[in-house]
Nanobody, 122 residues
């Protein structure tokens, strides 16, 4: 059983930056990524990276502002968030799944973390 633990959330002013991290309990040969859920809204895809780290995918709303990366041991995935906006406020969830990145926007991941709250003030 894979466990995912997120960290790095917090309160930041608009145009600021935060870095989220997700640690997997063991070495997993899956893609990893991030979703978020804002108050009153459905969970949505943010970014994902393949097991090798060679391919990434981003939601249009975060392209050019967020960067996903993965460590050499493949157990940690980070999300560098720059130029944050109030609409980025949400609980951010780490996920892991063997499916191609092209299907990640549909949700239904095999493994989920419990989430970390990001609040962006205007």
């Amino acid at each position: 059983q894979v466990q995912l633990v997120e960290s790095g959330g917090g309160l930041v002013q608009a145009e600021g930056s935060l870095r989220l991290s997700c640690v997997a309990s063991g070495r997993i040969f899956y893609g990893m990524g991030w979703f978020r859920q804002a108050p009153g809204k459905e969970r949505e895809f943010v970014a994902a990276i393949t097991w090798s780290g060679s391919s990434t995918r981003y939601a249009d709303s975060v392209k050019g502002r967020f960067t996903i990366s993965r460590d050499h041991a493949k157990t940690t995935v980070d999300l560098q968030m720059n130029n944050l906006k109030p609409e980025d406020t949400a609980v951010y969830y780490c996920a892991a799944d063997p499916s191609p990145l092209s299907s990640w926007t549909l949700g239904g991941m095999d493994y989920w973390g419990k989430g970390t709250l990001v609040t962006v003030s205007s």
